[in-house]
């Protein structure tokens, strides 16, 4: 395990550093309030609401998470022609992103996932999608606006909700243009895509998206084990971080044994967005030269802190400080 102190100076490294992030740009909205009755019209309860909040999700969440911890985010996506689309990107561009890279589109709608919280609870979510995958043309787009906005660019992410934006097109120039500008590329993938991000730097999968990736079984050390080598091998990348919830991560790179780091996470009221986190700090680890373990050490650190709060949150260079000085 590398030393604290080390870990903590690391991440000075982060300032400055421009990430460009492509992906489905959700609307994450909550409902807050508490519950006193259940409804005489249904056996469900009545939720009296008192407050509702609206966050940067999915891709949003990733730009958001670069932002806050001393990084430069280029969002590049699709939204709808809605108020909804008009408020992620004012939200976006308050925080600080730039948003020229987003393209709109009359034909979909803006991606809105509603969770209803009472008395600190999830009680349902709702959500307003589609998963129709984006037209040739707008694929074109993106592919010609990322070519300007990689010229500024450490590193790209791809993050990937299922929503329509990521195809294997997109996906296949988006490794033609890493290639060309020499950068990184970081996968927070969907089962429906997952091996077709052969050549990526580094994927950050689940062990449910694994297991449904590899059709196998994936909950313990010995499948996590045999899963992480036959990915490296299926998707020729350099490392592949497998997130494992309470369990911590197993990071796999090409010729070296597997490294277990345990979760660093003591209360866990909320796994919202803690994908996302992981994702985020791992990608500014790699473009500040820690290297994948370390790196995804920093990242076990910051979904932590994610998972000790509810609702979608960005954490912050002092966050994840914090966290390192109160583990043992």
Known sequence: MTDKKDLTEDLNKFKGKNIVVVGDIIVDRYIF??????????????????????MPGGAGNVINNIISLGGKAYAS????????????????????????GI????????????????????VVRTDIESKVKISKEITRKILKQLKHILKKADGIIISDYGKGIINRPLIEGIIRLAEEYSLPVVVDPQVGHFLDYSGVTSLTPNEKEVSEALNMRVDDDKSVEKAGFILLQKLNSAAVLITRGSKGMTLFKKGEKSRYIPTAAKDVFDVTGAGDTVTGIYMM?????????????????????????????????????KEIEQTA
């Open 33 to 54: 309030g508490g519950v006193k009755r259940i409804s005489p019209e249904a056996p469900v309860p009545v939720v009296d609401i008192m407050r509702e909040e609206f």
């Open 103 to 122: 393209i709109k589109d009359g034909s979909r709608p803006t991606s809105v996932k509603t969770r209803i919280i009472a008395d600190r609870q999830q």
């Open 77 to 100: 996506g699709v939204i709808g022609k809605d108020s909804h689309g008009r408020d992620i990107v004012k939200m976006l561009k308050d925080e600080g992103a730039d948003t020229s």
């Open 285 to 321: 680890g790699i473009v500040s030269g820690l290297g994948h373990y370390r790196a995804a050490q920093l990242a076990n650190y910051g979904a932590a802190k994610v998972i000790s709060r509810i609702g979608t949150v960005a954490v912050t260079v002092d966050d994840i400080r």
